[in-house]
């Protein structure tokens, strides 16, 4: 039986799309495969690492009739990655084993059962849903992930918060040194939802979610999978008490929840400092970077120096070597004198777009808040640290 039979670019774009989860060694062997089920000439593939599951599906040719099986999906994706792109692919099954042709290349792959596949059980109790459009989600994503934890013992901060409230959506992401916060408007009013991403779900998010951006090999794949709007199509999100689903795309997402009570961030963000100052986000960030090269890999610390109109950034490594620069800057406030883990400053200047940023300062011992004039829901707060 032919499985597909379509141009190779196509198939790789719907393989791609659902294979960012599949891990090379998995102590379950076919959680390493991916699923494949076909009805007619459209095929759904699903992926899962039995914490995350993705769907989609494709018209993708072939003979009719109904077949399932499941298939290695990285040695499947390196070897058609390995193929000219307009090459008109097949896939054939017999037996337990699979034929890939393209040309006059052929590759026999071992299956195993799709019977065996795990699938994850859905929750029964889902919260209403909601959507916002990719662009906006993937903006939220790109302004928090860097303030996410890795590996900490507080499982709670290994992730990104979510909470949609009234028509306001929030994620939050701290490792207990730093806070981003971001906001985005709903269309609708929506009860109090707040769960908690995991890391790999966030990352995997972020690679899926299309912005304006999106290549034309992302839109051909769009418009295979039914859905012409694809770049501009909404996200719709749905919560239940240990999971969380996304559809977007002609894609189902599912991903199970991190268990746990995440930090009040409305008591860490500080809402009185006194003295503010605005400046280009790039000088800025070229500076720090310039100044990182003397900081050691263990410790990063840099000093920032606010006097009025003058901001000078210090850094000095164990080798007695030191970096000084100085900026320009429409500050009229108090001298303070603060130091900082300088790649908690690049984090976040390296991630945000806009061409301004506004620190806001209590004292040298408080910590600092960045935000940006033209996206008011935007907050980022960062400890200070003695250099």
Do not use: W
Not at 63 to 91: M, Y
Not at 203 to 212: F, T, W
Not at 296 to 321: C, H, M, Y
Request: aromatic share 6%.
């Amino acid at each position: 039986m032919i499985v597909l039979k379509a141009a190779q670019e196509n198939i790789v774009a719907t393989l791609q799309a659902v294979a960012g989860i599949v891990e090379r060694r998995q102590t379950l062997p076919i959680l390493a495969n991916v699923l494949l089920r076909k009805d007619g000439g459209r095929i759904e593939c699903i992926t899962s690492d039995l914490e995350i599951q993705i769907r989609t599906s494709a018209e993708l040719g072939g003979d009719s009739g109904s077949f399932s099986t499941t298939i290695g999906a990285r040695k499947l994706i390196d070897i058609l990655r390995t193929l000219p792109a307009d090459q008109v692919v097949s896939l054939s099954a017999a037996q337990s084993k699979v034929t890939l042709q393209g040309g006059k290349s052929r590759f026999t792959l071992q299956t195993l059962p799709a019977e065996d596949f795990p699938l994850v059980q859905e929750a029964a109790d889902f919260g209403p849903a909601f959507s916002v459009p990719q662009k906006t989600l993937k903006g939220l994503i790109d302004q928090v992930h860097f303030a996410m934890a890795v590996h900490d013992i507080r499982y709670y901060l290994n992730g990104i918060l979510f909470v949609a409230e009234g028509k306001t959506l929030t994620l939050v992401a701290t490792d207990g040194h730093r806070l981003a916060l971001a906001q985005a408007t709903l269309a609708i009013e929506m009860p109090r939802q707040e769960v908690i991403l995991p890391r790999k779900t966030v990352l995997e998010l972020q690679r899926l979610l299309k912005d304006d951006k999106s290549d034309k090999s992302d839109k051909s794949a769009a418009k295979d999978a039914g859905d012409g709007e694809f770049q501009g199509a909404p996200i719709e999100m749905r919560f239940a008490g240990n999971q969380a689903k996304f559809n977007f795309g002609g894609m189902e997402f599912i991903t199970k929840l991190v268990e746990g009570k995440f930090p009040d961030f409305n008591r860490v963000i500080p809402k009185n400092h006194k003295n503010h100052v605005t400046l280009g986000r790039v000088p800025l960030l070229s500076g720090l970077q310039r100044a990182a090269i003397l900081t050691s890999d263990k410790f990063k610390g840099v000093k920032l120096s606010f006097e009025p109109g003058t901001l000078r950034i210090a850094a000095s490594n164990a080798e007695q070597e030191e970096a000084k620069e100085e900026l320009e800057i429409d500050y009229a406030g108090d001298s303070i004198e603060i130091g900082f883990n300088i790649t908690y400053l690049m984090d976040v200047l390296g991630n945000i777009s806009q061409d301004r940023v506004t620190i806001s300062l209590q004292d040298t011992n408080s910590s600092a808040l960045l935000t940006v004039p033209e996206q008011t829901g935007f907050k980022y707060v960062v400890m200070p640290m003695r250099i």
